[in-house]
């Protein structure tokens, strides 16, 4: 079985849906052979234990093309991304696209990147006779005609859909694609272990606030430095009011290109109470908050962890999605704009949250095995699809072309 997706670039959203199946794939086919094709490789065999080839022949894929020889590598890159992703399908019985926001366009991306790389994955399995599984994805619209072109020509030749919440399906049939019978389970990472709650017996724990490099979404590339500085401003100062009431404030992120963020806020607020946690992980950033009294979030999976621990949580919500999620949860009322962040509105919000801790914690202890027990229909769904426990591989598709 082959697993594709940016998985090891740091990104612990992107990891944590590759774990979740995993740990599936570990259980329920403990025979089957499991490798990659991922952005991070080497991570990804050192942190999970499988093998993993690169995505990219061209080494400087994400380095900006302003040299000459960055551009033409990047053109060469593409033609020959299409033989290699070729032979790489074709070396497995199956393809398996875990999670994440594959389909999405709510953050910046080139249609080049990852579209492109989705599309030739779904292709390659159409052509070579090898199912590609979209497995409990996210997606959204998109006013970029190429990007929304290669999304849906790429779902409509996956041999399987299903997504994490409904407005991923509806995005979908929205470009054209028929989603009948497409289903609707929970983010992957759901599935995963939660560590042991904190306790709340103790001394007040800390306040996690979780902070993105935020600049808009695809469609917004021309507003982004003015999103990037409104965010920045009106993060650093929530967290400088929570800090001159006395309050623990923990610094969290969900990508490595969130980190120049938390050093902007710990520097401009300069306060003993505002540390910053060093996260590789989405177990880890589950550990930071199980121990906390409260969550502001806005990367999705920084709130999906929160929600999994059942710390309550306040999203700072950059997409739809964030506001669905809390919606599902029964918690819509505790969303406010990243885009427009007001600071002393969101600190009312927080502090009408914190009011309501007990009742949110039992709302959360309700939902919580609502959303796992979908992610378990999930898998039982996607066994369907997988080579039977116990299957030969198939010695045609274990040569290289």
Same mark, same amino acid.
Request: glycine share 10%; aromatic share 6%.
């Given at each position: 079985?082959g697993?594709f ?19 599936h794939?570990?259980? %329920?086919?403990p ?17 999970y ?31 020959? =991304? ?11 019985d199956?393809v ?29 399995g ?11 994805v ?15 020509w ?8 299903s997504y ?24 992957l ?9 904190g ?13 993105? %490099?935020?600049?808009?979404?695809n469609? +917004? ?34 990508? =490595? ?5 938390t050093e ?5 607020? =300069? ?7 060093a996260?590789?992980?989405?177990g880890?950033?589950?550990k +930071? ?12 999976h920084?709130?999906?962890?929160a929600l ?19 919606a599902?949860?029964?918690l819509?009322e505790h ?25 949110v ?10 959303l796992?027990?979908r992610?378990?229909r ?15 591989p ?8």
């Amino acid at each position: 079985m082959g697993l594709f997706g940016l998985f090891g670039s740091g990104n612990v959203g992107n990891d944590g849906s590759l774990v979740a199946l995993l740990d599936h794939l570990r259980a %329920d086919r403990p025979e089957a052979e499991v490798d990659a094709l991922c952005g991070g490789p080497e991570t990804v065999t050192a942190r999970y234990g499988i093998p993993a080839a690169r995505l990219h022949w061209f080494r400087g894929e994400y380095r900006t093309a302003a040299r000459p020889g960055d551009i033409l590598g990047k053109g060469v890159g593409k033609l020959v =991304d299409a033989f290699r992703i070729a032979a790489w399908v074709r070396r497995h019985d199956v393809v398996l696209v875990p999670g994440t926001g594959i389909l999405e366009s709510t953050l910046p991306l080139r249609p080049w990147g990852m579209p492109y790389s989705l599309f030739l994955v779904c292709a390659a399995g159409r052509l070579l006779r090898t199912p590609v599984a979209l497995v409990g994805v996210g997606a959204s619209e998109t006013g970029s005609r190429p990007v929304r072109g290669l999304t849906r020509w790429a779902a409509r030749l996956a041999a399987y859909r299903s997504y994490r919440d409904t407005l991923s399906r509806d995005a979908i049939r929205a470009m054209g694609v028929d989603t009948r019978n497409d289903e609707v389970y929970a983010d992957l990472v759901f599935a995963l272990a939660t560590p042991p709650p904190g306790d709340s017996s103790g001394p007040p724990g800390p306040v996690c606030v979780g902070v993105m %490099d935020f600049g808009g979404s695809n469609d +917004e590339r021309d507003r982004a430095d003015e999103l990037r500085r409104r965010y920045l401003d009106g993060m650093t100062r929530f967290v400088r009011a929570l800090a001159a009431e006395g309050r623990p404030v923990r610094l969290l992120t969900g990508d =490595d290109v969130d980190r120049p963020v938390t050093e902007a806020i710990l520097e401009a607020v =300069d306060s003993p109470l505002v540390t910053a946690a060093a996260t590789a992980s989405l177990g880890d950033l589950m550990k +930071e908050m199980a121990v906390a009294d409260t969550v502001v979030a806005t990367r999705y999976h920084n709130l999906v962890c929160a929600l999994k621990v059942g710390t309550p949580a306040l999203a700072v919500s950059y997409a739809a999605k964030s506001d669905r999620l809390m919606a599902d949860m029964g918690l819509g009322e505790h969303c406010h704009p990243a885009r427009d962040i007001d600071a002393g509105l969101l600190l009312e919000q927080f502090h009408a949250l914190e009011r309501n801790r007990a009742e949110v914690r039992q709302t959360l202890a309700e939902g919580n095995p609502v959303l796992a027990g979908r992610v378990r229909r999930q898998f039982e769904a996607l066994n369907a699809l997988l080579p039977a426990s116990g299957a030969a591989p198939d010695p045609a598709r274990q040569e290289t072309p």
